[in-house]
């Protein structure tokens, strides 16, 4: 471990609520969280740091995503309402409402488009909170949504595969199929690849310029957290407490030894890759929260020890501070130092 801390704790806040999701503003000194009770949160990082409830969704709130770039984000709950919020003040609008709850909200890298994901179908809303287009048909639920970097293409994991969608009139839609459920879907920085934890313990890769498809097998678990390096040569899969990063570098990871992270002592819970520098953060039920280096080290570069089980990890847009949520309603927050 670097004998230089790497993780020095800067607030620590208590939000009152079991945090489900957050998202950091684009300059990274505000976080707008989500409660399990319903409560949608703004947490000012300045100084001392204060929590302020900004409203709620009644019977809790699900997913939050933040405008790139802007001033808006979006929140969704179990009273079916997907929410549209101006941070510079209190105000909201609800711009949609379905019977069925709505658990992943994604803004495009341009912030224009908002996808929302509502069961099997996908609404797309401007930045103005008017619907563009509806996408139905997903087979089974959509599980994660994510924008393919400087492009118009949502990707929409579900049972079955992922599609794609380019969001032009009309919608053109692709499908990358396989057998099972995907859990997740994370593109390369480049937009090259897309990769996807699946339920029954594989990961699938999809090459978007040759149309090749890869697996990966070996997981004893579900794999429920993938994620790119900021320099897309590495993707980090984690299942149980495991953490197993591929190299992408020159063809890719096929007939490579992959890279394996041990640290946790019980499942992992949250893995976040920073959007910009070589960190890598995990945390789980054994409170443990660690910083890797993949491709530098085997071993967490630094760590920190949690009061709780660390349920939510966020890594702000320059990857230099990091939101811990445990599951007794505690944040920390903390600055991510150069090693």
Same mark, same amino acid.
């Given at each position: ?18 945090? $489900? ?7 990274? *000194?505000?976080?707008? $969280? ?13 100084? !001392? ?10 019977? %809790? ?12 984000? *979006? ?30 909200? !994604? ?22 909170? $008017? ?14 949504? !994510? ?23 009309? $919608? ?8 099972? *459920? ?78 394996? @992270? ?17 960190? @890598?953060?995990? !945390?789980? /039920?054994?409170? /443990? ?7 530098? *080290? ?40 150069? %090693?």
């Amino acid at each position: 471990m670097n004998s230089v801390p790497l993780l020095q704790r800067r607030v620590q806040l208590a939000l009152g609520e079991y945090p $489900v999701d957050a998202a950091f503003s684009p300059d990274g *000194a505000t976080v707008v $969280v989500a409660g399990g009770e319903g409560g949608v949160f703004r947490v000012s990082l300045r100084a !001392a740091g204060n929590v302020e409830r900004m409203g709620e969704h009644a019977g %809790g709130a699900l997913a939050l995503a933040w405008q790139p770039a802007g001033a808006l984000f *979006a929140s969704s709950g179990q009273d079916g309402a997907v929410r549209l919020w101006d941070s510079r003040n209190t105000d909201s609008r609800v711009i949609h409402t379905h019977r069925e709850w709505t658990e992943h909200l !994604a803004f495009s890298g341009n912030g224009k488009l908002l996808a929302v994901g509502n069961a099997t179908r996908l609404h797309i809303f401007d930045s103005a909170g $008017v619907e563009q287009t509806l996408i139905a048909g997903h087979a089974g639920n959509i599980a994660a949504l !994510a924008w393919r970097p400087k492009s118009t293409e949502v990707a929409a994991a579900c049972n079955g595969g992922v599609r794609v969608h380019r969001i032009t009139t009309p $919608v053109v839609s692709r499908s990358y199929d396989w057998k099972g *459920a995907c859990l997740t879907a994370s593109w390369r920085p480049d937009g090259s690849v897309l990769a996807s934890g699946l339920q029954d313990g594989t990961v699938h890769f999809w090459n978007i310029v040759t149309g090749k498809q890869s697996e990966m097998k070996g997981y004893g678990a579900k794999v429920a957290h993938t994620g790119w390096s900021a320099n897309g040569k590495y993707l980090a899969t984690a299942a149980d407490r495991s953490i197993i990063v591929w190299e992408f570098a020159g063809r890719g990871p096929e007939g490579s030894e992959p890279i394996q @992270l041990n640290g946790h002592t019980d499942r992992i819970m949250q893995m976040i890759c920073a959007p910009k520098g070589p960190y @890598l953060a995990s !945390a789980g /039920r054994d409170c /443990r929260l660690l910083l890797w280096r993949p491709g530098f *080290a085997d071993e967490p570069v630094d760590a920190d020890l949690l009061s709780d089980e660390i349920v939510l990890l966020r890594f702000s847009a320059d990857g230099k501070t990091l939101l811990a949520g445990d599951r007794d309603g505690n944040l920390t927050v903390m600055v991510v130092g150069v %090693g």
